[in-house]
């Protein structure tokens, strides 16, 4: 699911919450920096709301660069493999695409990918790969959000989803728990605050390695006294 990086309001996008439970530095410094889409979450969008399980390539990278002229031209390739492996995978079914959900009591919005309303199942779509075994921490907390949201805009309550990990052609599906939804709380109370304009602190698990923004995080710069009396 996709939604814009910031705040509207005095909502967030669940997005956003996700950046920041990721690292709320990392979320601080690209907030106000434009969405540029990757164009894999698109094309494993379409081949996910694909109802035959071997669409016309041709077709569908037509379709794709329809929907995001940006799309770069080297990823038809990419196209090809995720239809390829999901070939092998059964079309998880869907009446609804694209719902915008929101919940007015945590003030939050965002997109359910595909809501089969026969079962009331919903599933979200991810470009990378699947984990080992169960589903991503960040997956789980977007899908906790999901169903928070989902309840209050639509009524449907549900304790779980699918969460489609397209190059993998793998489908989980995933209940979300309460530390998933312990987290969700957290991250939101964490985007809050980067958006009233705090920098927080560095998470233990941050993912410094492939940042963009160390130079200017400088994350394992030691702390002075006053920046620990300060903290706000
Ligand atoms: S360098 Fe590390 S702590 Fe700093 S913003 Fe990036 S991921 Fe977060």
Same mark, same amino acid.
């Given at each position: 699911m996709t939604e814009s990086n910031n705040k509207t309001g005095d909502t967030i996008s669940i997005s956003s919450i996700i950046q920041a439970y990721r690292c709320p530095r990392r979320y601080y410094f690209s907030r106000h920096d434009p969405v540029i889409s990757s164009g894999k979450y698109t094309i494993c969008k379409q081949v996910s709301l694909?109802?035959?399980? *071997?669409?016309?390539e041709d077709q569908l990278w037509e379709e794709i660069c329809l929907i995001d002229p940006t799309v770069k031209p080297d990823l038809r390739e990419y196209l090809s493999r995720c239809l390829e492996i999901m070939a092998h995978t059964p079309v998880v079914k869907y *009446?609804?695409?694209d719902i915008q959900v929101h919940s007015v009591r945590y003030g939050i919005y965002g997109l359910v990918d595909k809501l089969d309303s026969s079962s009331n199942t919903i599933s979200i779509i991810r470009s990378s790969g699947a984990p080992a075994y169960g589903c991503w921490s960040d997956d789980r907390v977007r899908l906790a959000a999901c169903i928070l949201c989902l309840k209050e805009s639509t009524g449907i309550d549900i304790v779980g989803g699918n969460i489609e990990y397209i190059p993998d052609g793998i489908v989980r599906y995933c209940e979300p728990q309460p530390r998933d939804r312990r987290r969700l709380l957290q991250a939101l109370h964490m985007a809050q605050k980067v958006m009233n304009g705090n920098l927080l602190d560095k998470p233990v698990n941050a993912p410094c390695k492939k940042c963009l923004y160390v130079n200017q995080c400088n994350p394992d710069k030691p702390k002075t006294l006053s920046s620990i009396l300060f903290k706000k």
């Open positions: 694909c109802k035959d399980q *071997t669409p016309d *009446t609804d695409s």
